[in-house]
């Protein structure tokens, strides 16, 4: 109950930091690279612009997009990973093992030649990749739920395949799906952020935590803030996720 109010006042309170905070777009030369302050909290970019603004500004992308291919990738990985369990296609896993070897960045690097940089080609390269390891989970654990005994009851009964993997297997298997899920969430975050500090994600002006590390590198060792506190922000996401990932293992 004391976590649940205290997760609900921080959100609170986030939310209402994130409203005060001015536009992340507009530019101020007057206030160029100057440190953290009580006016800017995280201080100014190049053009003028408060980081801090930015910085959660660019969450809803970075986040966002995490959260969109992570479900994207999770929902396909699971349907073929369970379907070849139990149609028996072992080289559907065979195939994701292939598909896996592949570098996400050189994807993501066709994928930007193809259809240009943006969002979509992060989606795509990740996408592509991305659904491998659910499968492969999801193929295993609907193998070993096979086996269990109220499955066997069921099928004895009638049942057919989608009704046994829909109402008995699926709500079995979905804890540890879940948990995959989140542990997963820091690796494909570092993913997005990374291709977006290649400039293969969002383009300027929009904010995106890759992006703002890409944009802070030159003023690295005179304005260290432009650097660290998405970087920060990357890694804190990623550890609280993580984390909450393996309390849902044990």
Same mark, same amino acid.
């Given at each position: 109950?004391?976590?649940? &109010?205290?997760?609900?006042?921080?959100?609170? #309170?986030?939310?209402?930091?994130?409203?005060?905070?001015?536009?992340? &777009?507009?530019?101020?030369?007057?206030?160029?690279? @100057?440190?953290?302050? #009580?006016?800017?909290?995280?201080?100014?970019?190049? %053009?003028?612009?408060?980081?801090?603004?930015?910085?959660?500004?660019?969450?809803?992308?970075?986040?966002?997009?995490?959260?969109?291919? +992570? %479900?994207?990738?999770?929902? !396909?990985?699971?349907?073929?990973? $369970?379907?070849?369990?139990?149609?028996?296609?072992?080289?559907?896993?065979?195939?994701?093992?292939?598909? =896996? =070897?592949?570098?996400?960045? &050189?994807?993501?690097?066709?994928?930007? $030649?193809?259809?240009?940089?943006? +969002?979509?080609?992060?989606?795509? $390269?990740?996408? !592509?990749?991305?659904?491998?390891?659910?499968?492969? *989970?999801?193929?295993?654990?609907?193998?070993? @739920?096979?086996? *269990?005994?109220?499955?066997? !009851?069921?099928?004895?009964?009638? $049942?057919?395949? !989608?009704?046994?993997?829909?109402?008995?297997?699926?709500?079995?298997?979905?804890?540890?799906?879940?948990?995959?899920?989140?542990?997963?969430?820091?690796?494909? %975050?570092?993913?997005?952020?990374?291709?977006?500090?290649?400039? &293969?994600?969002? *383009?300027?002006?929009?904010? @995106?935590?890759?992006?703002?590390?890409?944009?802070?590198?030159?003023? +690295?060792?005179?304005?260290?803030?432009?650097?660290?506190?998405?970087?920060?922000?990357?890694?804190?996401?990623?550890?609280?996720?993580?984390?909450?990932?393996?309390?849902?293992?044990?």
């Amino acid at each position: 109950m004391k976590f649940r &109010l205290a997760a609900a006042g921080a959100a609170i #309170l986030v939310v209402t930091a994130a409203l005060a905070l001015p536009d992340p &777009l507009a530019a101020d030369y007057s206030s160029v690279l @100057e440190s953290p302050s #009580l006016a800017h909290p995280l201080g100014t970019d190049q %053009l003028g612009r408060d980081v801090a603004a930015r910085l959660f500004s660019g969450a809803r992308v970075t986040l966002g997009l995490t959260v969109a291919t +992570l %479900l994207v990738t999770g929902v !396909a990985g699971t349907v073929v990973g $369970a379907a070849a369990a139990v149609l028996g296609a072992r080289s559907v896993v065979r195939a994701a093992d292939l598909v =896996a =070897a592949l570098p996400t960045i &050189l994807v993501g690097l066709l994928a930007a $030649a193809i259809s240009g940089p943006g +969002l979509p080609s992060i989606l795509a $390269a990740v996408c !592509a990749v991305g659904w491998t390891p659910f499968a492969r *989970q999801a193929y295993h654990l609907t193998l070993r @739920e096979a086996k *269990q005994e109220y499955v066997v !009851a069921a099928r004895s009964l009638g $049942a057919g395949t !989608a009704r046994i993997l829909a109402r008995h297997i699926a709500p079995n298997i979905a804890e540890p799906l879940l948990a995959h899920l989140l542990l997963r969430f820091a690796g494909t %975050l570092l993913t997005v952020s990374g291709l977006s500090f290649l400039g &293969l994600g969002v *383009q300027p002006p929009t904010p @995106e935590w890759g992006a703002m590390v890409a944009e802070g590198r030159n003023h +690295l060792f005179t304005s260290p803030h432009l650097v660290l506190a998405p970087a920060a922000a990357v890694v804190i996401t990623a550890t609280c996720a993580t984390v909450l990932g393996r309390r849902l293992t044990r």
